[in-house]
């Protein structure tokens, strides 16, 4: 059996948080029927690592190079992959910086044309958005996670 015939029972992904002026950069995607919002990032491949797969997912998403990235938070939760009902879910999200300054970027209309939908990135304000705005639990909980931390480094 081949790599690519096993069925995993775990699905990691890996986000990034990039914060600025105040603002998250969050991600809003439509495959087909099923609309999704996230942070930017997604999911490893095969022998590769989370750091990898960060810096993969960031250059693929946004264009861009992470320049630091830190641990915020892993998925303490049990999640089941509402793509897959067989696979758990655990989120890695890191806080990250880029080289570029993205400040201005995805002010107006960004959308980037899939196979079968969009992905549209754009800067929310941090107190204009609520856990509960996020698709998934991984990402829910991070952003709880994210505005506490803020909150305690003031």
Known sequence: ????????????????????NNHVLIA????GDFFLR??????LQFGEGILQALHREIKEELDADVDSASLLCVTEDFVVSFLNNK??????HYLVNLKQDYSNEFLN??????????????????????PEDFTSPVDKSAFDKLKKYLLERG
């Open 1 to 20: 059996m081949n790599h690519s015939e096993l069925v995993p029972l775990f699905n990691i992904r890996v986000y990034a948080l990039i914060v600025k």
């Open 28 to 31: 809003e995607e439509q495959h």
């Open 38 to 43: 996230k942070f930017p990032g997604g999911g």
């Open 87 to 92: 696979q758990q879910v655990i989120g890695v």
């Open 109 to 130: 209309n960004n959308r980037v044309e899939l196979e079968n939908g969009y992905i549209y990135f754009k800067w929310v304000l941090l107190d204009s958005i609520n």
